[in-house]
């Protein structure tokens, strides 16, 4: 009998989005809002944050909520944004012509956003 009976907390869910097609510095704004807040009130915030990625978190969030809601049996009032991480996807490369004959290369850089929520 060497292992105690411990009622353990249940461990975060994740949701993740990839290939967001906005620069990862411009997601990590709004991230920061929401970093250490509870659910509801961060999808409060985030639908007032005039910024494109807050539709992108604000999706993200709701996914990870019904996740752990539906996975985990977790209660949905109670889930705290413990982490978020906006990571650089890959550039996707482009070229605008110039006069002369010149072109110019445009990077259309993407993010990856992943949410990990848990228990307060």
């Given at each position: 009998m060497g292992k105690s009976m411990k009622q353990e907390k249940p461990k975060a869910r994740t949701a993740t989005v990839r290939w967001v097609r906005i620069s990862p510095r411009k997601v990590r704004l709004v991230a920061d809002l929401v970093r250490g807040q509870k659910?509801?009130?961060a999808l409060g915030?985030?639908?007032?944050v005039p910024r494109r990625g807050?539709?992108?978190i604000s999706k993200l969030i709701t996914?990870?909520?019904h996740n752990a809601e539906n996975d985990a049996k977790l209660d949905p009032d109670n889930l705290v944004v413990q982490r978020i991480h906006v990571d650089q996807g890959p550039t996707v490369k482009r070229w605008l012509a110039r006069a002369m004959g010149r072109a110019n290369r445009i990077n259309k850089k993407t993010c990856h956003v992943t949410v990990w929520l848990g228990e307060a």
């Open positions: 659910v509801d009130a915030m985030l639908s007032f807050s539709k992108v996914s990870a909520m």
